[in-house]
């Protein structure tokens, strides 16, 4: 990996202040965002760091400095922009894997190895199988991925399906109308959702027919043109489901499919759609399949814990 080092002259230090946010925000952003060291002194930012990395930055920064020029603001909003922008120039749109989402100066970024090869296979593949054990982040990286290429156009509409598979409840005592019911089991998505639009903007775009959050089952018979299309808790659906939703792909969309292959709720004797999908389609080029791991759980430290003891105790009943 080639460094370089790049020092950026400030063309209005009294504007300083606004360039790099309060308590030095924006510069917090660019460096997590682009993967740089950077250092101010005086009239002089200092970037360090590996080549295109740094190069991406002081775009960012060009760019920051030209908004100053034309007397426009400088906000965390504008900044995740320029980021993106930055990253989309470069030819690779990774941004040192970060993703730029609707809630103001907010970057979803992969925090382990694994996470960062599921980033990178949902940008350069249409169909995608990610499984891996609870905490590993397949559905919210996925959400954020689908999100952030809404926000930059290159998705028409984000659809994030689930089956209503009990975890040993029945569906049928549950109280209200069929909508209260499946509620319950699309709750995780909309709390993805939640963390990179704010409510206003998700109810608005669920009018407008943006961003759908339904059922497995309601896909049936339907073609998703130009779609970022998301399956969750995969390991739930038959193998007739699977194929089902499979074929709802159309032209211009990309499918992400997630599931816990350790925590399947089919009753028993009924094979995964998921396990079935894998074992089908692997080695078919224009698809990945992406693993995660024990190590890449992200969630409170105990969640580690809990799934390693789950699987010791497995492997020795």
Known sequence: MVRMELSITLEQPDLARALFGPADQHLRMIREAMGVQIFTRGEQIKLTGAARNVSRAAAVLNELQRRLRRDQDVTPEV?????????????????????????????????????????????????????????????????????????HHQAKR???????????????????DMQAKVNPYLRPLFDALHDMMDYDQIRRF???????????????????????????????????????????????SKMIVTGDDSQVDLEDGTPSGLLDAIRRLRGIKGLAMVRLKKADIVRHRLVQNIVEAYSDGEKKE
């Open 79 to 151: 900044v995740a922009d320029a980021i993106g922008a930055a990253a989309a120039q470069a030819g690779e749109d990774d941004a040192g894997g970060a993703m730029d989402v609707y809630v103001g100066g907010q970057l979803v970024k992969p925090k382990t190895p694994g996470q960062e090869h599921y980033v990178q296979a949902m940008r350069k593949h249409d169909l995608i199988f990610c499984t891996g054990p609870a905490g590993t982040g397949k559905t919210y990286l996925a959400v954020a991925m689908a999100v952030n290429m809404l926000k």
């Open 158 to 176: 984000l659809i994030l399906a689930r089956p209503a598979v009990e975890a040993g409840e029945k569906l049928g005592f549950l109280p209200g």
């Open 206 to 252: 669920m009018v407008n027919d943006l961003i759908e959050v339904i059922p497995l089952a309601f896909m049936r018979g339907r073609t998703l043109n130009e779609s970022v299309i998301i399956l969750d808790e995969a390991q739930n659906t038959t193998a007739g489901q699977m194929l089902m939703f499979l074929t709802r792909m159309g032209h211009g």
